[in-house]
């Protein structure tokens, strides 16, 4: 079946809204997410119930012909499989819309596509495990793509399949405008509980003619480097080719400041009964005061997440309105905190803290939308051990070194703003239209600066190597995404 397309002169956006549902539509979404969890478990119990009967078999000495014949792990081979499956292993499947199921089917097809892909080396990035069974402390989601799915004349509730209207925390108004005018379509609608308890719905729409608005003051630097740290005075430096500073967010290190009330709390939930008993090693039911108190323990993280989401959509959305080119790093956020264990523990807290990745990621699509250009550094440019002046690289440089000196012009700079300037010199190239179009989001600065010859000082960069990435093939064999191992 062909993918959807969005139209020309149209762009993908998703709009939020928290929910405040009935007691009866509590108890639905529960269900409905239960349904899902349900689904999934079920079908991946059976495609390893048929991949351990194949490889028994086999160890028989059977040929592949006479074999248990294979459960393909397609979405639509999945879903066939559980309908004739579900009136006997799910009696109350009624009760529930088919996308509850549909959710589960869907999330199990793309996580054994996404291990087979990586076992056969077509998937780039850490090995994928094998998908595992889903628990009842999991996420509830569920994700609806036909049925009856609009928001109603009062902008104050949405109509969902099998929910009916759900009352919002918000208003609706925003979306509703554009739908009614035609500029907008909604597409599907995902709802989700948080950590807190709290169910949200978001609504995957496309919208029409979407562009910078018109009261948005420009600003007079159309290209901005914007370096990103984890320090509590700059979270992110924005800083201009010829040097400028123009501006410099501080971090709200709101996980940190959550800690002193996350530990008082954590101490009283190890005191309670708890799920689980240590002494005979097997699970309990957990008392009504350990719930209650990891309920405030949830609450406690998203209003630490939803303080550092705040901050990050307003910065972001400032830059991708006020300028034209906007010059971020790539890093690997990841693998920044893979390593250390309790040695840099609160290192790890603080990057952590500091979501260094949403940065790059919410410019992506903010950049689009409002015609600005994405230029992405590549992940090995020197642009903390470039001295802005010279162009020379410092190699001895170590975290510790907040202050930059060059050894060789004896420039003193601020580390990260002489990190954002380098950065904003590799965007002066797309503002004359030597790059691709906007948003595409270049990579600019491939590789490493040669430390024995001086760079140009005017975009920072040096003579590029590049550096191929392998990935192992499993020799045992190979895998397909609608079956099992060969």
């Given at each position: 079946m062909?993918r959807?397309e969005?139209?020309?002169?149209?762009?993908?956006?998703?709009y939020?809204?928290?929910l405040?549902?009935?007691p009866?539509?509590l108890?639905?979404l529960a269900?409905h997410?239960?349904?899902?969890?349900f689904a999934?478990n079920?079908?991946?119990?059976l495609?390893?119930?048929v991949?351990?009967?194949?490889?028994?078999e086999?160890?028989?000495?059977?040929t592949?012909?006479?074999?248990?014949p294979?459960?393909g792990?397609?979405?639509?081979?999945?879903?066939?499989?559980?309908n004739q499956?579900k009136?006997w292993?799910?009696?109350?499947?009624?009760?529930?819309?088919?996308?509850?199921?549909n959710?589960?089917?869907?999330?199990?097809?793309?996580?054994l596509?996404?291990?087979?892909?990586?076992r056969?080396?077509r998937?780039a990035?850490?090995?994928v495990?094998?998908p595992?069974f889903?628990t009842?402390?999991?996420p509830r989601?569920?994700?609806?793509?036909?049925g009856?799915?609009r928001i109603?004349a009062d902008?104050r509730h949405?109509s969902l399949?099998?929910?009916?209207?759900?009352?919002?925390?918000?208003s609706?108004r925003?979306l509703?405008?554009?739908?009614?005018?035609?500029s907008?379509r909604?597409?599907?609608?995902?709802?989700?509980?948080d950590?807190?308890?709290r169910?949200?719905?978001?609504?995957h729409?496309?919208?029409?003619a979407?562009a910078?608005?018109?009261?948005?003051?420009r600003?007079?630097?159309?290209?901005?480097?914007?370096?990103?740290?984890?320090?509590?005075?700059?979270?992110?430096?924005?800083?201009t080719p010829?040097?400028?500073?123009?501006d410099?967010i501080?971090a709200?290190?709101s996980?940190?400041?959550?800690?002193?009330?996350?530990r008082?709390l954590?101490?009283?939930?190890?005191r309670?009964?708890?799920?689980?008993d240590?002494?005979?090693?097997?699970r309990?039911?957990?008392?009504a005061?350990?719930?209650?108190t990891?309920?405030r323990?949830?609450?406690?993280?998203?209003?630490?997440?939803?303080v550092?989401?705040?901050v990050l959509?307003k910065?972001t959305t400032?830059?991708?309105q006020?300028?034209?080119?906007v010059?971020?790093?790539?890093?690997?956020a990841?693998?920044?905190?893979?390593k250390g264990g309790?040695?840099?523990?609160?290192l790890?807290?603080?990057?952590a803290?500091?979501?260094?990745?949403?940065?790059?990621?919410m410019?992506?699509y903010?950049?689009?939308?409002?015609g600005?250009?994405?230029?992405?550094?590549?992940?090995?440019?020197?642009s903390s051990k470039?001295c802005?002046?010279?162009?020379?690289?410092?190699?001895?440089l170590?975290?510790?070194d907040r202050?930059?000196?060059?050894?060789?012009c004896?420039v003193?700079i601020d580390?990260?703003?002489?990190?954002?300037?380098?950065l904003?010199?590799?965007g002066v190239?797309?503002?004359?239209?030597?790059?691709?179009p906007a948003?595409?989001?270049?990579?600019?600065?491939?590789?490493?600066?040669?430390?024995?010859?001086?760079?140009p000082?005017?975009n920072?960069a040096?003579d590029?190597?590049?550096?191929?990435?392998h990935?192992p093939?499993d020799q045992?064999?190979?895998?397909?995404?609608?079956g099992?191992a060969?």
């Amino acid at each position: 079946m062909a993918r959807f397309e969005i139209p020309q002169g149209w762009t993908a956006q998703a709009y939020r809204f928290a929910l405040d549902p009935r007691p009866t539509q509590l108890r639905a979404l529960a269900s409905h997410a239960g349904a899902a969890r349900f689904a999934h478990n079920h079908m991946l119990a059976l495609v390893k119930a048929v991949m351990d009967q194949r490889a028994a078999e086999r160890s028989y000495g059977v040929t592949e012909s006479e074999l248990t014949p294979v459960l393909g792990w397609s979405l639509p081979a999945l879903r066939k499989a559980w309908n004739q499956r579900k009136d006997w292993c799910a009696p109350w499947w009624g009760e529930n819309s088919k996308e509850a199921y549909n959710t589960g089917l869907d999330g199990l097809a793309r996580g054994l596509d996404a291990w087979s892909s990586s076992r056969c080396g077509r998937r780039a990035g850490k090995p994928v495990g094998f998908p595992r069974f889903k628990t009842a402390r999991a996420p509830r989601s569920v994700r609806f793509t036909t049925g009856v799915i609009r928001i109603e004349a009062d902008r104050r509730h949405i109509s969902l399949p099998r929910l009916g209207a759900v009352r919002t925390h918000e208003s609706t108004r925003k979306l509703a405008r554009r739908v009614e005018a035609g500029s907008a379509r909604i597409l599907s609608a995902t709802v989700r509980q948080d950590s807190a308890g709290r169910w949200y719905c978001a609504l995957h729409t496309i919208v029409e003619a979407k562009a910078r608005p018109a009261h948005v003051r420009r600003s007079a630097h159309p290209v901005v480097g914007v370096d990103v740290g984890v320090k509590a005075d700059s979270l992110l430096v924005i800083a201009t080719p010829d040097g400028t500073e123009i501006d410099r967010i501080p971090a709200p290190k709101s996980l940190s400041a959550a800690q002193s009330r996350l530990r008082a709390l954590q101490r009283g939930a190890a005191r309670q009964h708890g799920p689980y008993d240590p002494a005979t090693k097997t699970r309990r039911a957990p008392s009504a005061r350990w719930r209650a108190t990891q309920a405030r323990i949830g609450r406690t993280h998203a209003h630490a997440a939803a303080v550092r989401r705040d901050v990050l959509h307003k910065a972001t959305t400032t830059l991708a309105q006020q300028h034209d080119v906007v010059v971020v790093e790539t890093l690997n956020a990841a693998g920044m905190r893979t390593k250390g264990g309790a040695y840099k523990r609160g290192l790890n807290r603080a990057l952590a803290d500091a979501a260094l990745a949403e940065v790059r990621r919410m410019l992506g699509y903010k950049t689009r939308w409002y015609g600005a250009h994405l230029v992405e550094a590549d992940r090995h440019f020197p642009s903390s051990k470039t001295c802005t002046a010279c162009g020379r690289r410092k190699p001895n440089l170590t975290l510790a070194d907040r202050v930059f000196t060059c050894d060789d012009c004896g420039v003193r700079i601020d580390r990260d703003l002489g990190a954002a300037i380098n950065l904003a010199r590799l965007g002066v190239p797309t503002l004359v239209g030597d790059q691709s179009p906007a948003g595409s989001g270049p990579v600019a600065g491939r590789g490493a600066t040669r430390e024995t010859e001086p760079a140009p000082a005017g975009n920072a960069a040096g003579d590029e190597t590049s550096t191929p990435h392998h990935h192992p093939v499993d020799q045992t064999g190979t895998a397909s995404p609608r079956g099992e191992a060969a």
